[in-house]
């Protein structure tokens, strides 16, 4: 017996009600692995026990304390980083045959950790092959299928179980489960790891050892080894149980790998056919197998210098198939394993479907493994392959939920996982024993979803169009009852009810499905599929966005390495194989770079199989070169049926547009339209266009119509894509004009009608004649145009109304203005003739002013006194006539100031006789003198003139 560490025996001696980890109570153990027991615990919360969960213990001082200080050492730092990142490594794996992880309740005090998981009830392998000794192919399939995929989701993840074996797969209720992680934390070496030996040879070990396990194994293989003490020592701490532990780890003391797990499932796998290890001897003589006694086991075997026996060796009757692939598995060389757990849960589906015989007959070779743009059909379930994972996952869900949803991105493969994976698998009885048999109904919400459900439901629940959801979640419960018959309803492209549904019948449907999801109704389930990019609109539909996110199962396009497993066994399903290797890598090449988009994969498949060699029964390197590869088959097709269609003739191209984009809604998404209204929205050429891109699988059959053969035509072909954008606009302005048209027919007082330049959009949009306008939009328009003419008449009246009311008060207030203007005009007029007399005197002024200057210059320039005095008459004489002439209007000017009188010169202050007012004219000559001289300046404007002899 291994002993526990100090610190988990002082938790588990402790008083049961004190054997408490967090809100874990320890009640009873369950198993060990390693160093690390697992007890069943209850988690509870304040006195409310909350669910039982399976507690894996770990002591963070197993190896002792720090021997330089106080606190914790350098091993339990380690120990506990290690169980961390075990514990957030499998909060990534979401599996429904891998046990799930709750929590990692810490004791500090005590110096214990521990990883929570999911209890699982259920009776283990050990104990069943314990029990009956060998289990039937079919069950060995079913085993390997769920552990297999398991192992694909636990490496994808970066964890590595370490301990594959019959005692950690748990049977619950028809679901393998893999449980006991945590052996990396548990048994991992801690400090630095010595140098790996050449090889160590172990001798043959007893059967007692057959199921020893953990860091004892090292004591083990150290007395039972072939080599020295000291390279056996070296070996240290062994993770696994013998007899499924990889014979390279035994050998080179190598890290566990995804490899190893491999092999623990191959050794199981042949435990399960042969009823004991790979690595046994031959039990030796009856009495010894009567009694149970366990074989030795072969050190050869163990450290791999030999192989295992071959199965069909042990087992005559096992298929072929399955023991080359088991024989595979067990390889002692990792590099002639498979590759990873995917394709080997892909190759045992495959066998599985080989089995099935008659049951699931292939479908014709005309018509292949690949549906192209088509979808695969519960009759295309043998050709099925690559999903077992989704299937699990998918039905695991559908076990505790009424309602899971399949959420994908476009062109992930939802409707065929669902119609060829999931249906079947439920109409099996994967979801358990009752009710024994199930019944499938599937719809498409469409336009009318009320139509289409109640429709798929009617066979099931009679006058179900006639009833209301509740009314059908009731007839639905009693029918299980009564019949003992479960049914499963598959709503497909789910969302159609937030692109094309009419209000009334999306409202039914999401009613029904909230119902039905209250609670998990036994015999009663609903699988949805939805674009992963039409969720939030989804979401946004009341209850039903809980529903949705409650039971969704994500989906992925499947991997180029599942492409290429997929390829091998579709091809091999017929008798056919690909030319040659290198055409295998450049395929696998092609793969990889066009893996997402699935559709494409599938029709380029498709197409490659149509030109396979029937002769030689091979797939060729020319077949591949005439499809234009993986990438360009699609478009290749489609552009080349548009060209055959069109071929130059009028309207022919036109015609193909608008079918095509009849097909497709606004949003990017396909629309189902019923043929006649097709034919007749494309023109002439609509019926011809619809044959061709229907002869060429373009277009397809569906419920109520036709449509696109997959929604990937409007992401992969370059023209339709350009299409749909170039005429999106439009079309959402048609969508807007349908749905108003619609509310004005049913209520055309209520129904606000278009105008302005909403109207001038929407006649524009009739006259172009690039979308479609129907009959109720046109009458709308016409409607709407009416009413804006009769409103524009209506304003025109009202304001010649206007007008004439205020004709009177504008005569009166005319006639007022005019006798304002005449007198503004007379005030102005005579302001002007005032003006103008002004300017006139001021002129006369000046004149004379001018002629004064003149005459004072002639006196200056006179030498005589009789010049003078004749002068001064003459100025007399123009003085009075100037007096007697009338004074100008206006103030007088100023007078204007006195010439300054000649130096020195006597003045006589007497004004000259006769002189005009402000006239005064001075002489200053000597007597019998000249006159005096010419002054210097010039004159000022004023005149002053004195003169005294």
């Known amino acids: 017996m291994i002993p526990v560490a100090p610190a988990i025996a002082r938790l588990l001696q402790r008083p049961d009600a004190e054997r408490r980890l967090g809100p874990f109570l320890l009640i009873e153990p369950l198993g060990r692995g390693g160093f690390a027991p697992v007890w069943l615990a209850r988690e509870s919360y304040g006195g409310t026990e909350l669910r039982t969960a399976a507690v894996k213990l770990f002591a963070l001082d197993a190896r002792g304390p720090d021997p330089g ?42 110096g214990v950790i521990g990883l929570a998981m999911e209890h699982v009830a259920g009776v283990s392998l050990d104990r069943t092959l314990a029990a009956r000794g060998t289990l039937p192919v079919a069950e060995t399939l ?79 293989l150290s007395a039972r080894a072939g080599s020295t003490t000291a390279q056996t020592d070296a070996l240290g701490p062994i993770c696994g149980t013998l007899g499924y532990i990889d014979p ?7 890290p566990p790998a995804p490899e190893s797990d491999l092999y623990a499932l191959g050794a199981t796998l042949f435990e399960c056919l042969t009823g004991r290890v790979p690595a046994a001897l031959p039990t030796r003589g009856a009495a010894a197998r009567a009694a149970g006694e366990a074989p030795a086991l072969s050190g050869e075997i163990l450290d791999g210098r030999a192989r295992p026996p071959p199965l069909l060796e042990v087992a005559p009757g096992a298929p072929r198939s399955l023991a080359r ?84 991105p476009s062109g992930s493969g939802k409707s065929s996982l669902a119609r060829a994976g999931v249906l079947p698998a439920v109409g099996e009885g994967a979801l358990g024993p009752w009710p024994p048999r199930w019944d499938r109904a599937v719809a498409e919400p469409g336009t009318d979803p009320r139509a289409a ?67 998990a109704i036994p015999g009663v389930r ?105 990438a360009g088959a699609l478009e290749r097709h489609a552009d080349a049926t548009l060209r055959a269609f069109a071929g130059g003739r009028p309207g022919a191209a036109e015609a193909a547009r608008a079918l095509l984009l009849a097909l497709t809604t606004p949003q990017g998404t396909r629309a189902t339209r019923a043929r006649a209204e097709l034919a007749r929205g494309a023109g002439p050429a609509g019926e011809e266009a619809l044959e061709a891109f229907e002869r060429a699988r373009l277009i397809v059959a569906a419920e109520g119509g036709v449509t696109l053969a997959h929604e990937s035509l409007i992401l992969r072909w370059e023209r339709l894509r350009a299409w749909v954008a170039e005429a999106r606009e439009d079309r959402l302005l048609a969508e807007e004009l349908d749905r108003d048209a619609a509310r004005w027919r049913g209520a055309p007082r209520e129904a ?21 306008v129907s009959r109720g939009a046109a009458a709308f328009l016409d409607a709407s145009r009416r009413a804006e003419r009769r409103a524009a008449r209506l304003a025109a009246g009202a304001v010649a109304a206007v007008v004439l009311a205020g004709a009177g008060f504008g005569a009166a207030y005319l006639r007022e203005a005019r006798a304002r203007e005449a007198e503004v005009l007379a005030a102005l007029r005579k302001e002007q003739a005032s003006r103008e007399l002004a300017e006139e ?88 003198g000249a006159p005096p001289a010419r002054p210097s300046a010039p004159p000022r404007p004023a005149l002053d003139v004195e003169t005294t002899w």
């Open 69 to 110: 200080g106080a606190g914790p050492s350098p091993a339990a730092a380690l120990r506990r980083r290690g169980v961390i990142e075990e514990a957030r490594l499998l909060c990534q794996v979401e599996h429904p045959s891998v046990v799930r992880f709750y929590a990692l309740p810490v004791d500090e005090e005590h």
């Open 142 to 220: 079913a085993l390997g299928i769920a552990i297999a995929s398991a192992l694909a989701a636990v490496h994808r993840a970066g964890l590595v179980h370490r301990d594959v074996k019959p005692a950690n797969i748990v049977d619950a209720a028809g679901i393998y489960k893999l449980i006991d992680f945590g052996i990396a934390a548990a048994d991992a070496p801690i400090g630095g790891a010595p140098a790996a030996p050449e090889r160590a040879r172990l001798g043959d070990l007893p059967g007692a050892l057959a199921r020893s396990s953990g860091a004892a194994l090292a004591g083990i």
């Open 248 to 254: 390279v780890i035994l050998a080179t003391r190598a």
């Open 325 to 408: 692939l088991i024989d595979a598995l067990l390889s002692p060389d990792r590099r002639d394993r498979p590759a990873s757990a995917e394709p080997v849960a892909i190759a045992l589906e495959q066998i599985r479907g080989e089995l099935a015989g008659g049951e699931r007959a292939l479908p014709p070779e005309s018509v292949g493994p690949f549906r192209g743009l088509g979808r695969f059909d519960e009759a295309d379930r043998s050709v099925y392959f690559g999903r077992r994972g989704e299937i699990a996952a998918a039905v695991e869900a559908l076990r505790c939920r009424g309602v899971v949803a399949l959420v994908g």
């Open 453 to 519: 459900v109640t429709a798929a439901l009617s066979p099931f629940v009679p006058r179900a169009a006639e009833l209301l959801p509740e009314e059908i979640v009731a007839a639905l419960t009693a029918r299980v009852q009564a019949e003992e018959r479960g049914l499963v309803l598959l709503l497909d492209q789910l969302e159609e009810l937030a692109t094309v549904a009419s209000p009334g019948g999306r409202e039914f449907t999401v009613a029904l499905l909230c119902r039905l999801a209250e609670h």
């Open 526 to 630: 609903v699988l949805v599929t939805a674009r992963r990019d039409w969720l939030d609109p989804l979401l946004a539909l009341g209850p039903l966005g809980k529903v949705l996110v409650r039971g969704s199962v994500l989906i992925e396009p499947i991997s180029e390495l599942t492409w290429a497993a997929v390829l091998d066994q579709a091809l091999a399903a017929y008798g056919y194989a690909l030319e040659d290797d290198a055409l295998k890598e450049e395929l696998a090449a092609e793969l990889k770079e066009a893996a997402s988009a699935m559709p494409l994969v599938q029709f380029a498949l498709t197409e490659l199989w149509d030109k396979r060699d029937t002769r030689s029964r091979k797939v060729t390197r020319a077949g591949l070169r005439a499809i234009g590869g993986i």
């Open 752 to 772: 606000p009608l278009w105008r302005g330049r909403r109207l001038a959009y929407g006649e524009a949009l009739r006259r172009r004649g690039d979308v479609r």
């Open 841 to 928: 005197q001021t002129r006369n002024v000046q004149k004379a002013q001018d002629r004064i200057d003149e005459l004072l210059q002639e006196l200056a320039d006179s030498p005589t006194k009789e010049a003078v005095l004749a002068l001064q008459e003459q100025i007399r004489r123009r003085a009075g006539a100037a007096e007697a002439a009338p004074a100008p209007r206006g103030p007088a000017a100023p007078p204007p100031p006195s010439a300054p009188a000649p130096r020195d010169a006597p003045r006589d202050p007497a004004p000259v006789a006769g002189a005009p007012p402000g006239l005064r004219v001075e002489t200053d000559w000597a007597e019998g």
